[in-house]
């Protein structure tokens, strides 16, 4: 639940409330004079200049104080992937912990009066710690520090599984109340087992049955006695009774081993089994029939693309993903849905995880109906009735939340498909903020061949950037308000200079 935690603002956790580890310990030497340097130059008032430490050291700048020996040697020291114009990390203090992003919980969530007011008066932004700032965020933006991130947890896997664990369940006899939807849920090896088991302990049990009988009346004693009227005939031991229990279950009969009618409780037994062996046969063969028939398979060959796109469709910021069917049989009275989830704390603290809210995909317009015969682009519109209406492609990076994606449909009832006709399949996936690609749009993979159309799923994953603006939906829409409104305003302004006196 943490990991859906809304990414903490720049200035005031990775900078600021939660210092980071630095890359380079420096010289203790050094640590001293940057102490007593920043010390001085926070009481004199003075502002220290915000050019790069190449710069500083090579001359004198009037009205500026100067750097000590061991920072402009500390400066000419950078990392690997640091540009060499970035300045090292400041020290941290001998007290300072460190926090990880990720280790953020409900009580490290300050009170917004109070978060305000403690970023305000204990974090001093300096120039040189902008500069610092932009030196992490340009390493941030590199190909490799974003393939070292560490993939956090999510709530449902691209291939459409829940990796939600129920656990701690007391009341557990619901599930015997409920035995047949229980063994059609079973794994395969194990819905094997329980088949197999049902059989062979009802033949054991009547089996034992069989030959208690058999011994008790004399009859295993009694064999080859042709005077002898025995109750269950060539019944000698525990193995013969055991052949006459599956015999007599599965209606076999060879003749050899047989029930009389010299005994009531032998007649009385074989009809008990034959029940028992109707009911188990109708249970395990329908578990075997709806266990196999399930479309669950189905949704293999449903296919959603890899990312997400946000881009400008008809003058309006769309947030964008393709969907498409592998198999000619085509689905149903398909229909697609999106849930968003992510944690958020309310005004009264209450802090809701993993909160599920709606994405329209085009419910009241009917465009969430699809008819699935070529791959599709399903469009979500980002207006103010979408969460997404005050996200930018900057703020989009602070965030962490889950979009899940559902398809559902009929299987089509044609002949390859007779077992699963009039069943519902359900394909699921999601994207995480990271699989969401600003300023891009899905490049077509749709042609006319030889009177026909051909789908090229080689293309099914293509993307292609599109020039697209870094603002929120909300920014947008004040922009063309404002627009609106001054053009409005110089039409008035016109009308009544041509206006004759």
């Keep these: 639940m943490l990991a859906y935690l809304p990414r903490p603002p720049t200035d005031t956790s990775r900078y600021g409330t939660f210092p980071q580890k630095p890359d380079l310990p420096p010289a203790p030497g050094a640590l001293v004079e940057d102490g007593g340097e920043k010390a001085a130059a926070v009481k004199r008032g003075t502002p220290m200049p915000n050019y790069p430490s190449a710069t500083r050291h090579s001359g004198f700048v009037p009205g500026e104080p100067s750097l000590p020996p061991s920072r402009g040697s500390l400066t000419t020291q950078h990392h690997r992937g640091r540009p060499s114009w970035c300045p090292p990390p400041a020290p941290q203090e001998a007290g300072a912990r460190f926090y990880p992003l990720h280790a953020l919980s409900v009580a490290n969530i300050p009170n917004l009066s109070r978060g305000k007011t403690s970023a305000r008066s204990s974090t001093i932004p300096t120039p040189e710690g902008l500069q610092s700032r932009r030196c992490k965020l340009l390493e941030e933006d590199s190909p490799m520090a974003q393939a070292g991130r560490r993939q956090r947890q999510r709530y449902v896997t691209k291939v459409g599984k829940c990796q939600v664990n129920l656990g701690n369940i007391q009341d557990k006899k619901r599930f015997l109340s409920d035995i047949f939807t229980t063994i059609v849920d079973l794994k395969y090896r194990w819905f094997l087992f329980v088949f197999m088991m049902c059989y062979v302990i009802t033949w054991v049990v009547f089996g034992f049955i069989y030959f208690l009988d058999a011994w008790v009346r004399g009859d295993v004693g009694h ?4 005077e002898w009227q025995a109750c269950i005939e060539n019944v000698d031991g525990f193995v013969s009774a055991l052949l006459l229990s599956v015999e007599s279950q599965r209606t076999i009969g060879y003749g050899t081993r047989m029930v009389t009618a010299n005994c009531a409780e032998g007649v009385i037994l074989l009809i008990a089994q034959s029940i028992v062996g109707s009911m188990i046969d109708a249970m395990m063969v329908g578990c075997m029939f709806v266990k196999i028939s399930r479309p669950k398979k189905r949704a293999q060959t449903l296919i959603f693309s890899k990312n997400c796109v946000i881009s400008l469709r008809d003058e309006k910021l769309c947030l964008m993903f393709r969907v498409g069917d592998l198999r000619e049989s085509h689905m149903v009275d398909a229909k697609i849905r999106a849930k968003l989830i992510k944690s958020r704390q309310t005004a009264e603290g209450e802090f809701i995880p993993l909160e599920q809210s709606e994405l329209n995909l085009g419910y009241d317009t009917g465009e969430d109906r699809l008819f699935l015969v070529e791959p599709q682009i399903i469009c979500h519109v980002i207006n103010h009735h979408s969460p997404f209406w005050d996200m930018s492609a900057e703020s989009l990076r602070r965030e962490q939340f889950e979009i899940i994606i559902i398809l559902e449909g009929i299987v089509e009832a044609t002949g390859n498909h007779v077992l699963a006709a009039g069943m519902t399949c359900q394909a699921r996936t999601s994207y995480t903020e990271d699989e969401i690609l600003w300023g ?47 053009h409005s305003t110089l039409s008035l302004y016109w009308d009544h200079l041509v206006q004759p006196c």
């Design 223 to 226: 064999q080859g006695d042709p």
């Design 440 to 486: 891009y749009r899905f490049e077509p993979c749709m042609s006319l061949e030889k009177g026909a159309f051909q789908v090229d799923y080689s293309r099914f994953e293509m993307t292609f950037e599109v020039q697209t603006p870094a603002a929120s939906a909300k920014e947008l829409h004040e922009l063309r308000e404002l627009e609106q409104q001054e």
